[in-house]
């Protein structure tokens, strides 16, 4: 079936511009999940979504970043005025939310937008 | 979540078993050991995880030392498609987040 999907793959932008990056998880995935990653680092959560609200939201760096999931599936992540320091790949993944057989459950990750703030 | 340690980087021959390690030596009883990949310009990709007793699946094995301070994951014959940055990552029961150390690079050679 099909997996996470973001759009779009690249995005290019000046400093100071608006940006929004897609993320449509895999259909009936409950949880949805950003994370960044900079050049030669791990992943580093973002935020984290059960349904509509976000549960969790400890990881985004400054009140420029932002995200919703309006309808419980597609997510946007927003960042405003954006930063040089803001270019990385921006990864998106879901997961069915619940908790089977040996402990949490696994996270589908999508291929990721790569932003470059210039 | 418990830290861990993993080596920077590896090399493996092709057709040769890949054993990757991991030390977690505060892991805490309640907390899983997984592991996932990632392969260049991809995201990452699951593999394996476990608590107390050995696992395999149809990727890999993960075996975890009886005081589950250490963990090793098991590529049992390493085609060139293996080659990625693995994640170790110890993930208490129920958490949603997870978090990545820096991996390791594994390279397979032909």
């Known amino acids: 079936g099909a997996g996470v999907s973001q759009t779009p793959s690249n995005k290019v932008t000046e400093k100071g511009k608006y940006v929004e990056l897609r993320c449509d998880p895999i259909s009936g995935h409950t949880a949805l999940y950003w994370y960044r990653q900079s050049l030669g680092q791990g992943p580093e959560f973002l935020i984290y979504f059960q349904g509509t609200g976000a549960a969790d939201d400890s990881g985004l760096p400054n009140d420029r970043f932002f995200a919703v999931r309006p309808e419980g599936s597609v997510s946007t992540l927003k960042i405003q005025r954006t930063e040089r320091g803001d270019s990385a790949v921006y990864l998106c993944a879901s997961s069915p939310n619940h908790v089977a057989a040996g402990g949490a459950d696994t996270q589908y990750f999508g291929p990721g937008t790569r932003l470059t703030v210039l | 979540d418990a830290k861990t340690t993993q080596p920077p980087s590896m090399d493996c021959a092709e057709g040769r078993a890949a054993n990757l390690p991991c030390n977690h030596s505060?892991?805490?009883?309640?907390?899983?050991v997984y592991w996932y990949r990632q392969i260049h310009s991809q995201g990452p990709q699951y593999i394996i995880h476990?608590?107390?007793n050995n696992e395999t699946n149809e990727m890999a094995s993960l075996i975890i030392t009886e005081d589950r301070k250490s963990s090793t994951l098991i590529l049992p014959h390493a085609t060139l498609r293996d080659t990625a940055v693995y994640y170790c990552?110890?993930?208490?029961?129920?958490?949603?987040?997870?978090?990545f150390g820096q991996g390791t690079r594994l390279t397979i050679n032909p």
């Open positions: 990552i110890v993930r208490v029961e129920g958490a949603q987040k997870l978090v």
């Open positions: 505060t892991i805490s009883g309640n907390e899983y």
């Open positions: 476990g608590l107390k």
